[in-house]
C-alpha cells in the first residue's frame, strides 16, 4: 500500500504557536494533498502538491515535499483555535487518493 | 461550489439487514469513491468508480458492492449489515486525479451503527 503515515498522531499547541505535521508514504506518486477534517465532518482540501515541486504556500500553510525521502510537511503558521482538527496528508497515483491516519491538532486560546 | 450529498447522516440497522447508502455530486465529476473511517485506522477506500456502470475494488471490499447507474449517483450496498460495519461511511467525487492534480470533494459522511 502507499498509505502515507502522519506524524505525530496529536499535537498540542497554544495560539500564536507554529503547528508541523509529517507525512511519509511507500511508493511513487503523482501528487501528495493536504485535507482537513473537523470532529465529526467530511475532509475538505487544503493543499496540492506534485511531484516535481518542492515547496508550496497558501494563506497561513506551507507544505514540503521530500521524494528522494517520500516525505512532507505541512507548517501551519500561527495557528488559531479555528485551526483545531485532524490533518490527514493523501498521495495520489493514477485514479486514488490514498490516506494517512492523521494528525490531530488541538489549538488552546 | 461542488456540492457531495449523502443522503443518510446517521442510520442505526440490525445485523443481517440490507443497507443502501446513496450519494450525489453535482458536478459532473467522472470519478466518485466510498471510503469508511475508523479511529485509529484513518481512511479506507472501499470501492471506486471512474464512470457510468464502471466500478473497482479498492483496499478493503469484502461485504460491501456498488451501483453506479448515473453518472451523478454512487451507491454503496451492504448486502448483510454486520457489527464490525460500524462506522463513518464517506462519499467523495473528483475529476481525475493523478496526473491531473485535481482534489476530491468529500460528503459530510454517514454514521452507520449495525447492531
Known amino acids: 500500500s502507499q498509505q502515507g503515515e502522519e506524524d505525530p498522531q496529536a499535537l498540542s499547541i497554544q495560539e500564536g504557536e507554529n503547528a508541523t505535521m509529517n507525512c511519509s508514504y511507500k511508493?511513487?506518486?503523482?501528487?501528495l494533498q493536504w485535507y482537513r477534517q473537523n470532529s465529526g465532518r467530511g475532509l475538505v482540501h487544503l493543499i496540492l502538491?506534485?511531484?516535481?515541486?518542492r515547496e508550496k504556500h497558501s494563506g497561513r500553510l506551507r507544505v514540503t515535499l521530500d521524494t528522494s525521502k517520500k516525505s512532507s510537511s505541512l507548517l501551519i503558521t500561527a495557528s488559531r483555535a479555528a485551526d483545531t482538527a485532524s490533518y490527514f496528508c493523501?498521495?495520489?497515483?493514477?485514479?486514488?487518493?490514498?490516506f494517512g491516519k492523521g494528525t490531530m491538532l488541538l489549538v488552546s486560546p | 461550489d461542488v456540492k457531495v450529498t449523502q443522503s443518510s447522516r446517521y442510520l442505526v440497522k440490525r445485523t443481517g439487514e440490507k443497507v443502501f447508502l446513496e450519494c450525489v455530486q453535482d458536478?459532473?465529476?467522472?470519478?466518485m469513491f466510498w471510503y469508511r473511517q475508523d479511529p485509529g485506522l484513518g481512511l479506507r477506500l472501499i470501492y471506486f468508480?471512474?464512470?457510468?456502470?464502471?466500478?473497482e475494488k479498492g483496499d478493503i471490499p469484502e461485504g460491501y458492492s456498488v451501483s453506479r447507474e448515473k453518472k451523478e449517483r454512487f451507491s454503496l450496498i451492504l448486502e448483510s449489515a454486520s457489527t464490525n460495519q460500524t462506522s463513518m461511511y464517506l462519499c467523495?467525487?473528483?475529476?481525475?486525479?493523478?496526473?491531473?492534480?485535481?482534489?476530491?470533494?468529500f460528503g459530510e459522511g454517514s454514521w452507520l451503527t449495525v447492531v
Open positions: 467523495a467525487s473528483s475529476l481525475s486525479i493523478g496526473r491531473s492534480g485535481n482534489t476530491i470533494y
Open positions: 511508493t511513487s506518486i503523482n501528487n
Open positions: 502538491i506534485r511531484s516535481n515541486e
Open positions: 493523501a498521495t495520489a497515483l493514477y485514479s486514488t487518493l490514498t
Open positions: 458536478m459532473d465529476h467522472e470519478n
Open positions: 468508480s471512474y464512470d457510468v456502470k464502471m466500478k
